[in-house]
């Protein structure tokens, strides 16, 4: 396949490849293709031309589940260990600054 892009785009394109975001100039328009389905597919959605049920297409989507976990992968082991292990029950105190609950 033969793509011609106005020159302000391929050289943006060419940068970004050459500058290491992206190791080949396939993947960067693959992502660009990928970031366009789902513009489409949001626009269809906003149209109101999903029926109800139906799935967008699967080029570049991804379930919520799966971008969660892809962050949380992105997160070195160390930093994790650095949590606090009550910070489910002490929400408040480490949001908020209120003093630490009495636990039981």
């Known amino acids: 396949m033969t793509i011609h892009l106005p020159e302000n785009l391929e050289s943006s394109i060419l940068a970004a490849v ?4 992206y190791a080949t100039l396939d993947d960067a328009m693959a992502e660009a293709v ?10 269809q959605a906003a149209a109101g031309q999903l029926t109800v049920g139906q ?9 919520i589940w799966e971008v969660a976990d892809d962050l949380r992968k992105s997160v070195p082991l160390e930093e ?5 292990t009550d910070g489910a029950a002490q929400h408040d105190h480490y949001i908020y600054g209120t003093p630490k609950r ?3």
């Open 18 to 21: 050459h500058g290491g975001r």
């Open 34 to 43: 990928s970031l366009l389905v789902q513009r489409l597919t949001q626009e």
């Open 55 to 63: 799935s967008p297409p699967a080029a570049g989507y991804k379930p």
């Open 102 to 104: 009495p636990t039981s």
């Open 80 to 84: 994790w260990a650095k949590l606090p």
